[in-house]
């Protein structure tokens, strides 16, 4: 039999790690697989290890609990994928990992099984990313975030991309073990898209629901967490490309249609005016200014050598 390792990284998430990890337990199986939740959790103060522990003690054979002292995502996921690697030289067999992040849940119950179905399509296939959406159409919110993120996703719908979102995505094991993951809260889907361009797809039919701030003050501090991380990732893409001749882990495409992006920015515009509603137009221009809040935040940012955690995780929620 073969496995599907699930994993979660969390950061003081005590209010939705139970959800996320009850909601991958009652998805689907694909044929031939069981899966196996893992929890990585990394520098938490809070009650986040308790409730894994609460999980793990009914589902013994299906979850595992990692703990890791330091605080940032990529340092569990190089956690996680030494945990992989053992249990490979233990002779387990596992093809696929999927990833998904503690403030995220599947949609659709048969998500496994649209990502392996996608997959065995195209087996040359590395990677394929899920469609995170936020969580607004199945909630009953009417504040001003909640119909921001409407807006945004409707525009969103109208925009043809390709990319790897941290959110949701799912990667064979022996590429995941290649992508060598450097120990610094940065953005990792930004990283794993550019590594693995030209040979990956998002696949809008696995849908991925998304937790979103619920004021304004608190979408300004995630914007700063992304625009920090972001930062980062590109600090360290222009070091990388100094050191190696190509950033990229294969140097041609699989197919033009896997490359990384998609839309300009004539196409982003085209998709506002084509909202047809003033109201849907200004809040977009809203989550726009908080973006470009949050860029003017991080501006002084000059070396990669700056991990700036104290910077990064004074806005963490």
């Known amino acids: 039999m073969k496995n599907i390792l699930i994993a979660i990284m969390a950061h003081n998430e005590e209010l939705l ?47 595992v609990l990692l703990s890791i002292k330091e605080k940032g995502k990529t340092k569990a996921i190089n956690a996680f994928i030494r945990y992989m690697n053992t249990c490979i030289e233990n002779g387990e067999e596992i093809p696929y990992v999927v990833f998904l992040d503690a403030d995220c849940i599947f949609l659709h119950r048969d998500a496994l099984v649209r990502y392996i179905h996608r997959h065995e399509e195209n087996t040359e ?48 094991s022996p590429e995941l073990a290649k992508l060598e993951f450097p120990e ?55 070091y990388i490309r100094r050191v190696k001749k190509n950033a990229c882990m294969y140097e041609e495409p699989l197919s033009e249609m896997y490359r990384w992006g998609g839309y300009g920015k004539r196409e982003l515009l085209y998709a506002w005016w084509n909202l047809n509603n003033l109201k849907k137009r200004g809040l977009v221009i809203i989550y726009l200014a908080i973006r470009l809040y949050a860029k003017l935040h991080t501006y002084n940012i000059k070396k990669v050598e700056d991990k700036l955690e104290i910077d990064y995780w004074s806005t963490e929620r």
């Open 125 to 172: 296939l590395v990677a394929v990313g899920g469609n995170c959406q936020p969580n607004v159409f199945n909630a009953q919110r009417n504040d001003i975030v909640a119909e921001m993120y409407r807006a945004i996703s409707e525009m969103s719908s109208k925009l043809n991309d390709n990319s790897i979102s941290g959110g949701s995505y799912c990667i064979k």
């Open 17 to 63: 790690i139970g959800r996320a990890v009850y909601n991958v337990l009652n998805l689907d199986i694909p044929n031939d697989y069981k899966i196996k939740v893992i929890v990585v959790t990394n520098g938490c103060t809070d009650n986040t290890e308790l409730v894994v522990k609460g999980i793990y003690n009914r589902y013994q054979n299906d979850v």
């Open 184 to 238: 610094m809260q940065f953005a990792e889907d930004m990283y794993i898209s550019m590594r693995l361009d030209g040979w990956f797809i998002r696949d809008k039919n696995i849908q991925v629901l998304y937790e979103i701030t619920s004021n304004i003050q608190s979408e300004i501090r995630k914007k700063i967490r992304q625009e920090i991380s972001t930062k980062l990732y590109h600090l360290y893409y222009e």
